[in-house]
Nanobody
């Protein structure tokens, strides 16, 4: 059984910073791509950032230059550093991981339960 647990959400004023982290636990042989998604009330879930096992990153345009995704391949943790936060960044943030569980042949995508980020103006 593989679980993803996010931490680090909270409330900040516009211009502030928050650090999110997400740890994968369980019988994990390998984690391929990590990603952060977010979903604001009444809106569709959207990709925020992703990082490959080789640390190639991709960001949605609205967060480029403000957010930084990174990972620890030994601890199976992904991070999201968010600077210059704006009210429109308010959402529930979810981490995902493409995991190869021990004893399995195929990768499977797992999701965390989400952490709330609220940015006030």
């Amino acid at each position: 059984q593989v679980q993803l647990v996010e931490s680090g959400g909270g409330s900040v004023q516009a211009g502030g910073s928050l650090d999110l982290s997400c740890a994968a636990s369980g019988s994990i042989l390998r984690v391929n791509t990590w990603a952060w998604y977010r979903q604001a009330p009444g809106q569709q879930r959207e990709l925020v950032a992703e990082i490959s096992r080789g640390a190639v990153t991709n960001y949605r345009d609205s967060v480029k230059g403000r957010f930084t995704i990174s990972r620890d391949n030994v601890l199976n943790i992904v991070y999201l550093r968010m600077n210059g936060l704006r009210p429109e960044d308010t959402a529930v943030y979810y981490c995902t991981a493409d995991v190869l569980p021990t004893g399995h042949e195929n990768y499977r995508t797992y999701w965390g339960e989400g952490t709330q980020v609220t940015v006030s103006s």
